[in-house]
């Protein structure tokens, strides 16, 4: 089965900045993950509109929180959170858009598959600058999600190109990234160094 790789945005770059990104790792990334918690509903839309201006797939989007901006700019995959609408809700009126959601623990994977979610995204696996705070939950429940739920499962947090292989093994469908990728010197290469990761683990199994 092939692996995924999501990459996030940190909140931090100018659209025209952002697709730059997009466009030096679009080979070797599978789905861009737009949050940009800190902008207006205009610029949430603005930002969104110029990535498809510049050719990036809506198919490749991921919208956080913002269904709103998905269903004007015709996206299809929409990731929700803690504080969003609940993920019943969303699907019950829009069973055709692709409903992820963000979890912390297996009761609340347990909990997203319950209410119709199509995917999960868990973490924090390692240690992280962005939860510098809150001790990584490491792979022990990742893998009992995996194996037990029985849900699409997104691991992000820490992921590296030296431990990819380990969170693979998990059975994850695929890996999220933010900083190891947007904040590197060299977005492309290090993009590649992941896919190289990736190629090793199907090598090895």
């Known amino acids: 089965m092939k692996k995924d790789v999501h990459l996030i945005s940190n909140g931090k770059l100018s659209a025209l900045e952002f697709s730059h990104v997009l466009s030096s ?6 789905y861009f993950h737009i949050r940009e918690r800190g902008r207006t509903s205009r610029e949430w839309y603005e930002f969104v509109e110029y990535l498809l201006s510049k050719g990036i797939p809506a198919e490749k989007l991921v919208i956080h929180d913002r269904i709103d ?11 929700l959170g803690y504080n969003s609408i609940d993920v019943e809700v969303v699907k019950n009126a829009y069973p055709s858009l692709h409903v ?9 994977a347990f909990e997203a598959k319950r209410k119709g979610a199509d995917s999960i995204l868990y973490g924090h696996i390692y240690e992280t600058k962005s939860k510098e705070r809150l001790p990584p939950r490491g792979l022990e429940e990742l893998t009992r999600i995996v194996n037990e739920i029985g849900i699409k499962t997104v691991a992000i947090g820490g992921i590296l190109p030296k431990n990819v292989e380990a969170v693979l ?27 190289n990761s990736i190629r090793k683990w199907e090598k090895r199994i």
């Open 100 to 108: 992820g959601c963000s979890v912390h623990s297996f009761a609340e």
């Open 169 to 195: 093994d998990s059975g994850v469908k695929g890996i999220a990234v933010m900083s190891g990728i947007i904040e590197a010197k060299d977005p492309m290469l290090t993009a590649h160094a992941y896919q």
């Open 69 to 79: 901006i998905a269903l004007l700019l015709g996206i299809s995959h929409v990731q």
């Open 25 to 30: 790792v679009k080979d070797d990334v599978d």
